[in-house]
């Protein structure tokens, strides 16, 4: 059984209100206290910041259906490298994830090729169509945290109420992708000043406000939890913000992109700024900064969508949605939110492990002794570059390639094992 | 690179010089045998040919008819040099066919300009004669183009250039040996 | 100054300075359509593709002539011929393209930004025939020509451009050539069509017509697609022209010497009526005519520019 101290670092254990320098022991799988270990392993971690593994609520696998832009294998490899310890998985596999088989399928391999946990994410109807409402309770049984169209969104109000009255009677939230097809009409870029000047259709931002109005009826009418994720538009922040007041159950989730890029990237046509929800305006994006410094959005996650370079390389109008996010969450939201003085570096903390872990439902997650040890690791000052070379993701659709950043994640231990270690 | 210019003839040579041009052009084309046309080549042959113009109008007392060709649409070497500089004005008003024509251009050296405005010359018409009047010719063409009528004849290495510089009212500003070295 | 560029994409790309290069070029080469022999051997030995992914014909038919009139080899391709029917991805049809050995690319494509993102990808030149609602740049220098030629300046003229702006490529490449050399634009349609964003760049951004060609020294008139009034954007064709089209009473009120222009086919009835089309204001015939020296001028300078 391997025992290890991590010696010397800052803990930020945000459940526990600790922050402070100390160590940090593990055992076999679980946390335990530094004196009783016979033969530890040292670790000295000065100058680095320790806390409980970071969670990704959105991530796209691609396995089964899409393995030539990543799987199960490579996808947690890069989630290790980013500072995950456990990851959602999106259903929108091909086959999808509506039934308890695919679960299975999916716990099997990430048991066998995974690297971090992954925790699956079922489709609240069947093929994420939106026209019938899955096996939500099978899934259940089969192990998934949470349910999700994600990719898509339940257009039919009535069958959304459905599914969200019987989800609650099996416990699991829910996390939807908010967007109205109709007036998001088939477009490829935000509906404003750039998508007029460059002649590209464009998706409202009204097509996300509307589905987030709609949740939170539902939310409050029905009193169970709906998640809303890639919040992007400066108006929902709003509609979260008033509802979250009132005591509804409803939370939020931004991305790294959109709280560090806009619409104006898009006048070069590159493709590594397509995705959805879009690339929003600069006042959109300072408000989603705004809704995360003030406790509005309590979780950032990646979308992490590979796709390969032949799908990507294509007209703009053509090419698929998303950008590889995993290995660079921690950087680009560090470097935006702490380093120019928005927010704490323990709320940044928050923001990855106890925000993501409330959504889930999780009944703790702290470095107590008896916890899993699932712990991430960060050099808060390190310096780089961006280099889309050295990501262990299969695919290369990120915008930040060359970015300059700071804080690299530096270690990774995933139930007392070290997946990924930079020290 | 540094540029080194030397003098190699005068303004008042170059004056002189244009001077027994317009003379020889007269004679050779007295307007009791239909006279000349001339057409001066862009850059520095069309001043010249405004000069020897002038010239035969004081010489002859008639005045010959007067255009301006530049050749970058029938250039050869497209593409393979630097990139392009802009178009100068090209203006034949006059009908050339049957007439002779006297192309002017300031110094004669691999032939290649005027190959290019003889094949833009002939697009125009069907002229009865086209002779050559060059301020310098260097003497060794790369093409078989000879000059008719010459100001001075010049022998230079190949990585000499030679400058004819007119000022804004065509008065001769002399004639410069360049030398250009890294 | 000189021609450096090897693609021709928008003229949100070019300087004034660019601008003005390129309407000089086009000068010298309307010359050469109006003498006896409309040819120059500038493109001699040079291989041009025309490659209409989204189909055209007059445009098409303009660059062809172009290029003979420049004596280049051309091939044409269109999309319904074309292997992007098959699957082949539009690079890799390009690429294909380029390994012929081809000089200059003339693409019209649907989606905004194809020829930005094939001429990042390839050596031989592209010029923009067209990509989407995003730009037509040959289109747009062509209207301004016609108005340089006409009156004297572009600097300080009002100009204004009626009709489907939103889905108009010339709209926008009018747009930035104008205000690059110093027009005050003025865009004017249903509420529909015609978004306020454009004001935010210094459009005045109108939806009356009389307000908007008032003070015009230029109008130049968009042609409305059937496809909008399908797409619910106005009620009826019939609706546009009492509203948006010129006719011999709007005439009255704008100046005399105002341009009527087009860019062609023109729905007479529609953006303006037949007196309008055939009257003395109109310029729209030697739109056509400058087009062609344009596209040659444009066709001469990016050759110039690709190396072997």
């Not at chain 1, 397509?274 to 509005?296: C, F």
């Not at chain 2, 003379?23 to 239909?34: D, E, K, Q, R, T």
């Not at chain 2, 001339?38 to 010489?59: M, N, S, T």
């Amino acid at each position: 059984m391997s025992e290890y101290i991590l010696k010397n670092a800052r803990v930020i254990d945000p459940n526990r209100n600790i922050d402070s320098i100390g160590d940090i022991g593990v055992a076999g799988k679980v946390i335990e206290e530094p004196a009783k270990l016979k033969n530890p392993k040292i670790v000295d971690l000065k100058g680095k910041v320790v806390s409980p593994g970071f969670i990704d609520l959105h991530v796209h696998l691609r396995q089964p259906g899409n393995t030539q832009a990543e799987t199960i294998a490579t996808g947690t490899a890069a989630a290790a490298a980013g500072g995950f310890t456990s990851i959602v998985a999106m259903p929108n596999t091909t086959p999808a994830a509506d039934n308890a088989g695919a679960i299975e399928f999916l716990r099997q391999n990430a048991a066998a090729q995974g690297v971090v946990h992954v925790l699956p994410c079922g489709n609240m109807t069947k093929e994420g169509k939106g026209e019938e409402m899955a096996g939500i309770g099978s899934l259940k049984s089969a192990g998934v945290v949470a349910l999700s169209d994600d990719g898509k969104c339940i257009q039919d109000h009535a069958l959304m109420r459905h599914v969200v009255e019987y989800a609650k009677s099996f416990g699991l939230p829910i996390l939807d992708h908010c967007e109205d097809n109709h007036l998001a009409a088939g477009g490829v870029m935000h509906e404003g000043k750039w998508s007029v000047l460059l002649g590209m259709r464009g998706i409202s931002g009204a097509a996300e406000e509307l589905m987030i109005a709609r949740n939170i009826i539902l939310a409050r009418q029905i009193d169970w939890q709906i998640h809303m994720q890639h919040v992007s538009v400066k108006e929902s922040v709003k509609l979260l913000r008033a509802a979250r007041a009132e005591g509804i159950k409803v939370t939020g989730e931004a991305t790294p992109h959109h709280i560090s890029l806009t619409d104006e990237c898009i006048k070069r046509y590159d493709t590594n700024y397509k995705m959805n929800p879009p690339l929003r305006s600069e006042s959109d994006r300072l408000a989603v900064i705004e809704g995360i410094a003030d406790g509005t959005l309590t979780a950032i996650a990646t979308d992490h969508a590979p796709h390969t370079r032949t799908a990507k390389e294509v007209e703009f109008d053509s090419a698929p949605c998303g950008i590889v996010g995993l290995e660079t969450a921690v950087p680009v939201s560090y470097t935006i939110l702490v380093k120019a003085g928005i927010i704490t570096l323990p709320h940044l903390i928050r923001l990855f492990t106890t925000g993501p872990a409330d959504i889930l439902r999780f009944e703790r997650y702290d470095l107590a002794v008896g916890s899993t040890a699932d712990i991430t690791v960060i050099d808060p000052d390190a310096c780089y570059k961006v280099d889309k070379n050295t990501f262990r993701t299969k695919s290369r659709n990120t915008p930040f390639h060359g970015m300059d950043v700071q804080c690299r994640p530096v270690l990774t231990m995933v139930a007392g094992k070290i997946v990924h270690q930079e020290l | 690179m540094t540029l080194r210019k030397k003098q190699i003839y005068s303004a008042a040579e170059m004056d002189r010089a244009i001077g027994d041009m317009a003379a020889a052009i007269a004679a050779a084309f007295p307007i009791s045998n239909g006279g000349c046309a001339l057409v001066g080549i862009h850059q520095f042959g069309v001043p010249l040919a405004e000069r020897l113009h002038d010239g035969i109008v004081k010489l002859t007392g008639s005045e010959p008819e007067f255009g301006k060709l530049d050749i970058s649409m029938y250039r050869d070497d497209i593409g393979n040099r630097n990139p392009l500089p802009l178009i100068r004005e090209t203006e034949i008003d006059f009908d050339i066919n049957d007439r002779t024509i006297v192309l002017v251009d300031d110094v004669l050296s691999s032939g290649r300009t005027i190959r290019a405005a003889l094949d833009a010359l002939t697009d125009y018409g069907r002229p009865k004669a086209i002779r050559l009047a060059v301020l310098v010719d260097r003497g060794e063409p790369e093409y078989p183009i000879r000059a008719d009528f010459v100001g001075f004849k010049v022998q230079l290495p190949a990585d000499r250039k030679v400058a004819v510089s007119f000022d804004d009212d065509n008065r001769s500003g002399g004639i410069d040996e360049v030398d250009w070295t890294k | 100054m000189q021609w450096t560029k090897k693609d021709l994409l928008c003229l949100y790309d070019l300087s004034a300075e660019e601008i003005e290069f390129i309407l000089d070029t086009a000068a010298e080469f309307k010359k050469v359509s109006q003498r006896r022999v409309k040819k120059v051997p500038a493109l001699r030995g040079k291989t041009v593709v025309n490659l209409f992914v989204e189909p055209s014909t007059r445009t098409r038919v303009s660059f062809e002539l172009a290029e003979q009139r420049l004596s280049a080899d051309i091939v044409n391709m269109q999309a319904q011929s074309s292997s992007l029917l098959k699957g082949e991805t539009l690079l890799d049809t390009v690429r294909n393209i380029e390994a012929l050995q081809v000089d200059l690319i003339v693409m019209r494509h649907s989606a905004p930004g194809a020829q930005a993102f094939i001429a990042r990808n390839l050596k031989c030149g592209v010029v923009n025939a067209g990509d989407g609602a995003h730009s037509h740049p040959t289109q747009a220098l062509l209207d301004i020509f016609t108005i340089r030629e006409k009156k004297g300046r572009v600097a300080g003229l009002n100009v204004a451009v009626i009709g489907d702006i939103i889905h108009s490529r010339v709209a926008r490449s009018n747009i930035w050539g104008l205000l690059k050399l110093g027009a005050k634009v003025t865009v004017a349609g249903p509420a529909t069509l015609v978004p306020r964003e454009f004001e935010e760049i210094g459009v005045r951004v109108c939806h009356n017509l009389k307000d908007a060609v008032a003070d015009a020294d230029v109008v130049n008139l968009l042609r409305i697609q059937r496809e909008r009034q399908t797409a619910g954007f106005f009620p009826s064709i019939g609706e546009y022209a009492r509203f948006f089209g010129i006719n011999n009473d709007t005439l009255k009120y704008m100046k005399p010497d105002a341009l009527i222009m087009h860019p062609g086919p023109i729905n007479r009835g529609v953006e303006l009526t037949g007196d309008v089309a055939d009257g003395e204001q109109s310029v729209i015939l030697e739109q056509v005519t400058n087009g062609l020296a344009i596209r040659m001028a444009v066709l001469y300078l990016v050759a110039g520019c690709v190396k072997k």
